[in-house]
């Protein structure tokens, strides 16, 4: 089945394709929780580099996109060496200090949802952790990838 039929919960994700590893199975036989985490960091790092912001840029600028809160919704379990994709995308927040990034894992044997999920950003100052408003450059980079739609309901 092409990857064009999958059901996703907003438009235009940014993905990130993914296969749970042996170290990634914990003891009751399925993908363990924090992984799934993990790989929401992995595909939110991804992101933003492909538009144009990372690490490095966050230190130069003084300037970070920090998780205020974190929402995940597990759903199905996944195996070892099971091909899933993992899609993101950045949601226009309630203040100019944040932003959402939702997240969506389907399994692609079946195109089952397996995971939601949700985080609340603020833009903090590295050097002191307060919260500040985004600079020029993440508004540059991030505005034009966020949808003005919002993340599922249940999250």
């Given amino acids: ?16 394709s993914l296969s749970p590893a042996p170290e990634d199975i914990d003891g009751l ?10 790989w929401c960091e992995q595909a939110g790092w991804a992101h933003s580099r492909a538009l144009g912001l990372d690490i490095d840029d966050y230190r130069r600028l003084d300037r970070g996109m920090a998780i ?4 995940y919704h ?5 195996t070892e060496g099971e091909p ?15 932003a959402f990034r939702c997240f969506q894992l389907v399994r692609l044997s079946d ?6 999920g ?10 002191s952790g307060r919260p500040k408003r985004l600079p020029k450059e993440f508004k ?8 003005a739609a919002a993340c599922p309901p249940e999250l």
């Fill in 118 to 127: 949700r985080w609340e950003l603020v833009c903090i100052e590295l050097s």
């Fill in 140 to 147: 540059a980079a991030y505005q034009p990838a966020m949808t």
């Fill in 1 to 16: 089945m092409p990857e064009t039929d999958i059901q996703w919960d907003l438009p235009d994700p940014f993905t990130l």
């Fill in 29 to 38: 036989g399925h993908t363990n929780n924090a992984v799934y985490v993990r």
């Fill in 74 to 78: 597990y759903l199905l379990p996944t």
């Fill in 111 to 116: 195109r089952n949802t397996v995971l939601r």
């Fill in 84 to 98: 899933l994709l993992l899609g993101t995308w950045l949601i226009a927040g309630d203040s100019p200090l944040s």
């Fill in 68 to 71: 205020r809160r974190g929402n």
